[in-house]
T-cell receptor, first 113, second 115 residues
Framework: DAGVIQSPRHEVTEMGQEVTLRCKPI?????LFWYRQTMMRGLELLIY????????DSGMPEDRFSAKMPNASFSTLKIQPSEPRDSAVYFC???????????FGDGTRLSIL | DQQVKQNSPSLSVQEGRISILNCDYT??????FLWYKKYPAEGPTFLIS?????DKNEDGRFTVFLNKSAKHLSLHIVPSQPGDSAVYFC??????????????FGKGTLLTVNP
């Protein structure tokens, strides 16, 4: 079975630009999670969806961040405008049921110059 | 305020010996705990978990122990192998409603197993 697929794997852009990160969850998984990993804060949950509906976005740092899940096989995390402090590795994870172990993608390493 | 703490950033052990990774938590609402393993440039992968109704769970070379009164859990790897070298994350969840699906992670411990 294919795992969680994230794209791009690396993104380097200048501050002020819009950044879009993409995620394809494992087929049949009804929960999708977006995480951010930084040296200072570690791995922290930004937002999660159930059946394409955002359930908890309390971890989203600012209004510059937004996430959507238009269908069961695709989600995006958008940052507009981007800032250097947004530089981090962003992970997407999915699970079949909210209580099952989450399966992570390999992440997108984002660098904002 | 870190609710899940892994106080050892790194650990080095010899191949064949036991590796013990520790994790402490502060939130008494946490009732389910997981360990994830992460190789460089890859996402975390689930390793083993334990519910708060148990104090031990074993899967092959991996055993997780939970001490609820001390709010402490540990992961034992016996025997350790060079392929176990990775960053290990402790995670916890618990609470009512949707918060029960949210994982809180520690910052990880880098395990190095020397041949």
């Amino acid at each position: 079975d294919a795992g969680v697929i994230q794209s791009p794997r690396h993104e380097v852009t200048e501050m002020g630009q819009e950044v879009t990160l993409r995620c394809k969850p494992i087929s049949g998984h009804d929960y999708l999670f977006w995480y951010r990993q930084t040296m200072m804060r570690g791995l922290e949950l930004l937002i999660y969806f159930n059946n394409n509906v955002p359930i908890d976005d309390s971890g989203m740092p600012e209004d510059r961040f937004s996430a959507k899940m238009p269908n069961a096989s695709f989600s995006t995390l958008k940052i507009q405008p981007s800032e250097p402090r947004d530089s981090a590795v962003y992970f997407c994870a999915s699970s079949r049921g909210g209580l099952q172990p989450q399966h992570f993608g390999d992440g997108t390493r984002l660098s904002i110059l | 305020d870190q609710q899940v703490k892994q106080n050892s950033p790194s650990l080095s052990v010899q191949e064949g010996r036991i590796s013990i990774l520790n994790c402490d938590y502060t939130n008494s609402m946490f009732d389910y705990f997981l360990w994830y393993k992460k190789y460089p440039a890859e996402g975390p992968t689930f390793l083993i978990s334990i519910s708060s109704i148990k104090d031990k769970n074993e899967d092959g070379r991996f055993t997780v122990f939970l001490n609820k009164s001390a709010k402490h859990l540990s992961l034992h790897i016996v025997p350790s192998q060079p392929g176990d070298s990775a960053v290990y994350f402790c995670a916890a969840r618990g609470g009512s409603g949707g918060s029960n699906y949210k994982l809180t992670f520690g910052k990880g411990t880098l395990l190095t197993v020397n041949p």
